[in-house]
């Protein structure tokens, strides 16, 4: 008897090739496992179960007549700011909340040529714009491991799907650690890709030069398959890279035995970081020490980089954002003229993180604050990639901590901005950096909370960055189970 809740992707491959179980039955098997958990987590903002079902049947009949696809008959998730044609696309916003994408995301294309199916639509802080998933205009996500507490945001529906089985892999966006974060969180393992890997096309914008989609799973070789199918190059995308995408698979194997040099970057494990999470991590390092070379390293502008991506990314939120105005698509308020309609649209679509990050960028990108603020950030942005380069001459990969807190409850930052987006601080230097980043979960808390590490490569080496999670999950060797599952 197949327990579905303890498949990984690589594993459910295995089963449908040898006809040991259907694509219907692990649809099936999925949706019955929402439908038990997902009132407690509210993960999903949108279930496609009609969809999914047909899907499963379509796939069983193509696994039949031997059809080879890299995801073929795998039930996933797709973050609620990614394109599916004829699905809602509502950004977790009353500003689109009746939203029905006309297009597929380039990313959806590639999963569906291999085969995926796609369970439904998973919960975000609105436009991405957040660390809590508190700040979804329809409801907060719980975290699996504990209910009194948040999954991490921006992705916090689908790190909170992946980890209480509600899917095999689900698809995130990381603009600021929206990825790692929540996958540290849950449990689970998260990838922000290097920016330019993956096609933004069919991605609703937030910050244009940061934004990157990236995949979810339980395991590195899962993580690294979901990738696989959605990196290379894509026309539609002005920013994606025309660059060969290594098969990520065969590479880790390859690196399965490798030795690399890897650094402590000091500015990191000097800030202020629980306790008990920093023992784990630094027990990991030291089982890391016996086959790697570890050496600190300084990365001196690090402490600048929360500042710098909080008038970067809103002052390019304020841009982006400025097409929901009540006149082409999305919610618009009754109002007596134009004028009034623009405002009274915006100001009922859009929550309050929302607004606070379009009248940060449109004060930051303002007259005569220009220079002061986004100016001098375009140039600290720079001078923080310039210390990830040097570091880069002299180890192979940065390992760091991925949060400096365990998830914390519902509710409890959400009044302080300032404390909220400080719990991206290891993560945010990654994307202004444009990076490739990985968070893996390493142990549990006393409270029975994930801990996560971060590995950091230069730019398009995601398989080192894969291969070096690959060998801390060998060496961590515990799959990581909430509580909800055993219930």
Request: aromatic share 8%; glycine share 8%.
């Amino acid at each position: 008897m197949t327990d579905f809740k303890e498949l990984t992707i690589l594993e459910a491959l295995k089963l449908l090739e040898k006809g040991k179980i259907s694509s219907k039955e692990l649809v099936e098997e999925t949706l019955k496992q929402i439908k038990k958990v997902d009132p407690q987590i509210k993960a999903y903002i949108y279930v496609d179960e009609e969809g999914a079902i047909k899907s499963a049947e379509e796939a069983d009949r193509l696994i039949q007549k031997g059809e080879k696809k890299k995801l073929l008959g795998i039930p996933i998730s797709i973050k609620d700011n990614i394109c599916i044609k004829g699905l809602p696309t509502t950004c977790a916003s009353k500003i689109l909340q009746n939203f029905v994408a006309p297009y597929n995301a380039t990313v959806i294309e590639r999963l569906k040529a291999e085969g995926a199916i796609f369970i439904g639509k998973t919960n975000l802080d609105e436009f991405a714009m957040g660390s809590s998933t508190e700040n979804s205009a329809f409801f907060p996500t719980r975290n699996p491991w504990d209910l009194e507490r948040v999954p991490g945001g921006s992705s916090g529906g689908s790190a909170a799907a992946v980890a209480s089985r509600m899917g095999l892999g689900s698809l995130g966006s990381d603009t600021g650690g929206s990825i790692r974060q929540p996958a540290a969180f849950c449990g689970v393992v998260g990838m922000k890709p290097t920016y330019g890997l993956v096609s933004r096309f069919g991605l609703v914008a937030f910050a244009s030069s940061l934004d990157q989609i990236g995949p979810f799973a339980t395991t590195v070789e899962d993580t690294a398959l979901l990738l696989q199918v959605i990196a290379g190059h894509d026309p539609k995308d002005s920013t994606s890279a025309s660059v060969e995408v290594p098969d990520f698979l065969k590479s880790i194997k390859e690196h399965e035995k490798t030795s690399f040099k890897i650094g402590l970057p000091k500015e990191y494990f000097e800030s202020e970081i629980d306790s008990e999470m920093a023992k784990i991590i630094l027990e990991i390092i030291e089982k890391l020490k016996k086959r790697h070379k570890i050496k600190e390293i300084s990365l001196p502008h690090t402490e600048y980089a929360v500042a710098t991506y909080y008038i970067i990314a809103p002052a390019e939120a304020f841009s982006n954002l400025a097409r929901y105005d009540g006149v082409k698509y999305g919610f618009r308020a009754e109002s007596k003229n134009l004028i009034e309609m623009y405002k009274k649209s915006r100001a009922l679509g859009f929550g309050k993180e929302v607004k606070r990050r379009i009248m940060l960028g449109a004060y930051a990108l303002s007259a005569g604050y220009y220079d002061a603020f986004y100016l001098k950030a375009s140039k600290v942005r720079t001078l923080i990639l310039h210390d990830f380069l040097e570091a880069f001459k002299e180890v192979d990969l940065i390992l760091t901590p991925v949060t400096p807190t365990p998830p914390f409850k519902i509710g409890e930052k959400i009044s302080d901005p300032l404390q909220m987006y400080l719990s991206d601080i290891f993560t945010i230097p990654v994307n202004l950096a444009g990076l490739p980043g990985i968070s893996v979960p390493v142990g549990l808390t006393s409270d029975n909370l994930p801990v996560a590490v971060q590995a950091i490569g230069p730019h398009f080496r995601d398989e080192l960055v894969l291969s070096l999670a690959y060998q801390i999950e060998k060496e961590v060797n515990k799959k990581f189970v909430p509580s909800i599952l055993s219930e």
